[in-house]
């Protein structure tokens, strides 16, 4: 099955957007491109099904660094309510934020729920407060993506004490760590 979004091209930086530190500041607002987008209104993302993993989330036409791709939506859940959220079947779509709520994108969420790990991760997702003081996760571009290429980030998942070879990766990236654990060093 294919669906295709438009997407959302970035008008302003919040100034609650965070980025991974150890990333060297891509979507910095200097870095992003402030001006109305020539291809606004135009198909630039499918869902499709990846070699990855299920479904995943390909560019149409070439998007620039720092592009927003969207933000992860779905059912909220309070770290309270995560106790007695409905267990999930063999796909997870949850995204925990750092106040300790979740976004499950399998109840309400929109096709950003599709984009698949890798290593080396073309996009990124960012925490960034909205007009209202809720934390979200907007998903952007870390660097020029080629049409046909499938958009991808690094889950870093929070396994516990869990053993990071339940989670294998299967992104083929050269770098590939073999898990989509984030692995401490």
Same mark, same amino acid.
């Given at each position: 099955?294919?669906? %295709? #979004?438009?997407?959302?091209?970035?008008?302003?930086?919040? %100034?609650?957007?965070?980025?991974?530190?150890?990333?060297?500041?891509?979507?910095?607002?200097? @870095?992003?491109?402030?001006?109305?987008?020539?291809?606004?209104?135009?198909?630039? /993302?499918?869902?499709?099904?990846?070699?990855?993993?299920?479904?995943?989330?390909?560019?149409?036409?070439?998007?620039?660094?720092?592009?927003?791709?969207? @933000?992860?939506?779905?059912?909220?859940?309070?770290?309270?309510?995560?106790?007695?959220?409905?267990?999930?079947?063999?796909?997870?779509?949850?995204?925990? /934020? %750092?106040? =300790?709520?979740?976004?499950?994108?399998?109840?309400?969420?929109?096709?950003?729920?599709?984009?698949?790990?890798?290593?080396?991760?073309?996009?990124?997702?960012?925490?960034?407060?909205?007009?209202? =003081?809720?934390?979200?996760?907007?998903?952007?571009?870390?660097?020029?993506?080629?049409? =046909?290429?499938?958009?991808?980030?690094?889950?870093? /998942?929070?396994?516990? %004490?869990?053993?990071?070879?339940?989670?294998?990766?299967?992104?083929?990236? @050269?770098?590939?760590? =073999?898990?989509?654990? #984030?692995?401490?060093?």
């Amino acid at each position: 099955m294919r669906r %295709s #979004w438009t997407g959302e091209m970035p008008t302003r930086m919040a %100034s609650g957007l965070r980025g991974d530190p150890a990333i060297a500041d891509p979507l910095a607002p200097s @870095a992003v491109n402030e001006m109305p987008s020539p291809l606004a209104g135009v198909r630039l /993302l499918e869902v499709r099904p990846s070699a990855i993993h299920g479904d995943g989330v390909f560019a149409l036409h070439g998007l620039p660094p720092g592009w927003r791709v969207g @933000a992860y939506e779905g059912r909220r859940y309070s770290p309270h309510e995560m106790r007695e959220r409905p267990e999930d079947g063999p796909v997870t779509y949850a995204f925990g /934020l %750092s106040d =300790g709520t979740l976004i499950d994108a399998a109840r309400g969420g929109n096709a950003t729920r599709h984009i698949n790990h890798s290593c080396e991760p073309n996009c990124q997702a960012q925490e960034q407060m909205d007009d209202d =003081g809720e934390l979200g996760i907007v998903i952007r571009t870390r660097r020029r993506i080629r049409a =046909g290429e499938e958009l991808s980030i690094d889950y870093r /998942l929070d396994i516990g %004490s869990d053993d990071p070879a339940n989670y294998a990766c299967r992104c083929g990236a @050269a770098n590939c760590r =073999g898990t989509m654990a #984030w692995l401490m060093s």
